[in-house]
């Protein structure tokens, strides 16, 4: 069956890190672009970063400079680094698959896992 | 950045009613626009890709049309399934940033 799984989540103290994982089956993470994307409570949808598979990194701009995006191709593993997290950063965090075409352009988002929730609070 | 505004917030509507919801793009997208729903407590669902491709597994009752800066899903007769929040989304050229609509709310009327 093809589906993501994040875990990771959890509480934690503004200014701390956190690191989501995000395990694939039934496609290889490696081969594919891979992206997070976040909800805050009662909110819309939020790109968070994009990985591709040629290993290129893109972020919006509200996680540049703090997020970090990676995978581990023997885990089958897609990971999200968070630092110097704050309260606006509290989401649950959706990671999704990007199909791309002939010419390596993607669109869109085909397949999301459930989500995991982080709260960043004191 | 391309804004996504989407119309109306919510619309209440009947099951067997048809749904019309509206995406506008504050720049042209060409027709790389895609349509999602989600449920509550749920992740969201791929409906419609580049403006007017099903997903694989979605009713005929859903399709999606436009083109440019103005995109519409609709809806053909509502099922007790259908009413969920809706989201449009696209991707900017380059660098790549991707934006959501703020969705629209299918309630029961």
């Known amino acids: 069956e093809v589906q993501l799984v994040e875990t990771g989540g959890g509480l934690i103290q503004p200014g701390g890190s956190l690191r989501l994982s995000c395990a694939a089956s039934?496609?290889?993470?490696?081969?594919?672009?891979m992206s997070w994307v976040r909800q805050a409570p009662g909110k819309g949808l939020e790109w968070v970063s994009v990985i591709y598979s040629g290993g290129s990194t893109y972020y919006a701009d509200s996680v540049k400079g703090r997020f970090t995006i990676s995978r581990d191709n023997s885990k089958n593993t897609l990971y999200l680094q968070m630092n110097s997290l704050r309260a606006e950063d509290t989401a649950v965090y959706y990671c999704a698959k990007v199909p791309y075409d002939s010419s390596g352009y993607d669109t869109y988002f085909d397949l999301w896992g459930r989500g995991t929730l982080v709260t960043v609070s004191s | 950045e391309i804004v996504l505004t989407q119309s109306p917030a919510t619309l209440s509507l009947s099951p067997g009613e048809r749904a019309t919801l509206s995406c506008r793009a504050s720049?042209?997208?060409?027709?790389?626009l895609a349509w999602y729903q989600q449920k509550p407590g749920q992740a969201p669902r791929l409906l419609i890709y580049?403006?007017?491709n099903r997903a694989t597994g979605i009713p005929a009752r859903f399709s999606g049309s436009g083109s440019g800066t103005d995109f519409t899903l609709t809806i053909s007769s509502l099922e007790p399934e259908d009413f969920a929040v809706y989201y449009c989304q696209q991707r900017s050229n380059w660098p790549p940033q991707y934006t959501f609509g703020q969705g629209t709310k299918l309630e029961i009327k």
């Open positions: 580049d403006a007017s």
């Open positions: 720049q042209s997208v060409s027709s790389y």
């Open positions: 039934g496609f290889t993470v490696s081969s594919n672009y």
